[in-house]
T-cell receptor, first 114, second 110 residues
Framework: DTGVSQNPRHKITKRGQNVTFRCDPI?????LYWYRQTLGQGPEFLTY????????KSRLLSDRFSAERPKGSFSTLEIQRTEQGDSAMYLC????????????FGSGTRLTVV | SQELEQSPQSLIVQEGKNLTINCTSS?????LYWYKQKYGEGLIFLMM?????EEKSHEKITAKLDEKKQQSSLHITASQPSHAGIYLC??????????FGAGTRLFVKA
């Protein structure tokens, strides 16, 4: 197992464009999380999946953001009509159960909106 | 809502020196995670503390949760350049969401 994989590692896009990020969690982990981290801050929770069900979505996630986890395996995070304020590191994490052993994080996708 | 405050915000130490990072919660903690993040990378899980007074170690890193479960400290003994990075505490909220502090940036001078 190679851990949590995120693609792409870096994305530069023009304001107003749509972008999509992918996360492949550890295969036996049924829980998947998306976090956003801006410079100098800790990660902020965006959304959570248990298997294919999206069970929680932060108020940070405006209607321009959508996340999916079809078949309970990989997940995608799409941002429509990107804004400069969307520039951040988008982190994906997975876990087998809540709490206990913490999350396994991917290396993140750094988004820059110009 | 629960908030975590980390101190100091940044720290520069000479290789071989000991150091302590603190994490204070605005509410009682169900559990407290410590993670390390290398600049521009994801987070690496170090340890989780749940019981008041609990202390855990990972190589030369020791963390403790105070009895009242509102503060945790992380101590590094004989720091090395490999310890450099951002140390983040995270509060386990009893569900699925972890609330993180802003992090402490550690620089180790060789």
């Amino acid at each position: 197992d190679t851990g949590v994989s995120q693609n792409p590692r870096h994305k530069i896009t023009k304001r107003g464009q749509n972008v999509t990020f992918r996360c492949d969690p550890i295969s036996e982990h049924n829980r998947l999380y998306w976090y956003r981290q801006t410079l100098g801050q800790g990660p902020e929770f965006l959304t959570y999946f248990q298997n294919e069900a999206q069970l929680e979505k932060s108020r940070l996630l405006s209607d321009r953001f959508s996340a999916e986890r079809p078949k309970g395996s990989f997940s995608t995070l799409e941002i429509q009509r990107t804004e400069q304020g969307d520039s951040a590191m988008y982190l994906c994490a997975s876990s087998l159960e809540a709490g206990g052993h913490g999350y396994t994080f991917g290396s993140g996708t750094r988004l820059t909106v110009v | 809502s629960q908030e975590l405050e980390q101190s100091p915000q940044s720290l520069i130490v000479q290789e071989g020196k000991n150091l302590t990072i603190n994490c204070t919660s605005s509410k009682t903690l169900y559990g407290l995670y410590w993670y390390k993040q290398k600049y521009g990378e994801g987070l690496i899980f170090l340890m989780m503390l749940q019981k008041g007074g609990e202390e855990k170690s990972h190589e030369k890193i020791t963390a403790k949760l105070d009895e009242k479960k509102q503060q945790s400290s992380l101590h590094i003994t004989a720091s090395q350049p490999s310890h450099a990075g951002i140390y983040l505490c995270g509060a386990y909220t009893g569900g699925f969401k972890t609330i993180f502090g802003a992090g402490t940036r550690l620089f180790v001078k060789a």
